[in-house]
């Protein structure tokens, strides 16, 4: 019996999903979906292809490339490969897709030599990955170098420590029940806005953002890469204005998608100091996700964390009360918020670690 040589192509962005040439776009799709059930369960842990075009086909703030894997006709395994555009950033973040059926045949191994020779090529000196985890106990369980939180070992794992990454850090992901009482939460809510006082309020949105706060929101999402816990991950500070939350919620809507915002305003100096987002595609019934979740460093220890994170789910309620779930990561380190999940009711289902190479 012969095996077809094995070939790599780069992915083709279509213009639309029904074009001729979507075909593997939409694999791609598809593929992402199977890696996470393969790997935790949890398929709808990624986006679908109609969901992750809108970011491929604008490369203004983060350009993605993809490498596809085939035997004869047969997909095998792709591997995409994500670069920051600010003028400083030194990392290259690859993820690999390579089914169960086909792992351990030397696929995972050519795209992952593929994508670290994209990196070189453009000039990055790290190289970032991430794996997923099952909540279990194993026969050798990592560690990683912040010292918070271990995942079991994984073919994957052991692929990329071979390579020479670093476990640098372990993510939680928790998952949230919204056809749960909201009793608690209303009472989480009203207690948190009791101790915040009347130096702050809520503002609520949906995207895409009003004229008015987009210069607010901008100033608070660029503190997400430089305020949230990422041990010794090197990610690059952000450069956001208001052209940017346009762009980025242009990308985010563009496949019939709802986010809802829920933020804080520090009254007497009329800035968002916090903030928190759901997300969910054009199936209502589906996972909800949580995106970005942040309280700014000077504005912490007044419960803004449990403010917006509970107006959220609430008003989530009312906006979708077809969703059944929110999902959510957070670094294991970052205790403040996962206090406040653990007190609202999420439950931890899958984890990520979060490996470094530098080149």
């Not at 045949?105 to 030599?113: P, S, T």
């Not at 052991?158 to 919204?178: K, W």
């Amino acid at each position: 019996m012969t095996t077809a040589a094995l070939t790599i192509t780069p992915l083709i962005v279509p213009a639309t999903l029904d074009e001729a040439n979507a075909a593997d776009f939409r694999a791609y799709g598809a593929l992402n979906r199977q890696i996470c059930d393969e790997q935790v369960g949890l398929p709808e842990l990624a986006p679908d292809a109609a969901q992750m075009l809108p970011d491929w086909q604008d490369d203004s703030d983060s350009l993605d490339l993809g490498f596809v894997a085939r035997e004869g006709d047969e997909i095998v395994g792709m591997v995409t490969v994500s670069f920051a555009q600010e003028s400083d950033a030194n990392a290259a973040e690859i993820d690999l897709l390579v089914p169960a059926a086909h792992w351990g045949r030397g696929i995972e191994e050519a795209l992952l030599d593929r994508a670290e020779a994209e990196g070189r090529t453009r000039g990055r000196s790290v190289l970032q990955m991430w794996t997923l985890h099952r909540p279990e106990e194993g026969e050798r369980m990592l560690m990683p170098r912040t010292g918070w939180g271990r995942i079991p070992a994984t073919a994957e794992s052991d692929l990329v420590a071979s390579y020479g990454y670093t476990l640098e850090q372990v993510e939680r992901n928790s998952e949230f029940d919204l056809r749960r009482d909201t009793e608690p939460l209303r009472d989480a809510l009203r207690a948190a806005l009791d101790a915040a006082g009347p130096d702050y309020r809520i503002v609520e949105w949906l995207l895409p953002t009003p004229p008015e706060l987009r210069d607010g929101y901008a100033a608070v999402l660029a503190r997400l890469s430089t305020d949230a816990p990422s041990g010794d991950m090197d990610f690059v500070a952000e450069v956001w204005d208001a052209d940017r939350v346009i762009r980025r919620d242009a990308r985010l809507t563009g496949a019939g998608q709802t986010v809802s915002v829920v933020a804080v305003e520090h009254v007497p100096s009329a800035t968002l100091v916090a903030y928190n987002e759901l997300l969910i595609g054009a199936d209502r019934s589906g996972t909800t996700h949580q995106f970005g979740t942040l309280v700014s460093k000077n504005h912490r220890g007044h419960r803004l964390g449990t403010i917006v994170k509970c107006a959220n789910l609430l008003r989530w309620r009312e906006l979708v009360p077809e969703s059944p779930v929110v999902s959510t990561y957070n670094a294991e380190e970052n205790r403040p918020m996962l206090d406040i999940n653990e007190a609202i009711g999420f439950v931890p289902v899958s984890y990520a670690g979060a490996w470094q190479k530098k080149i």
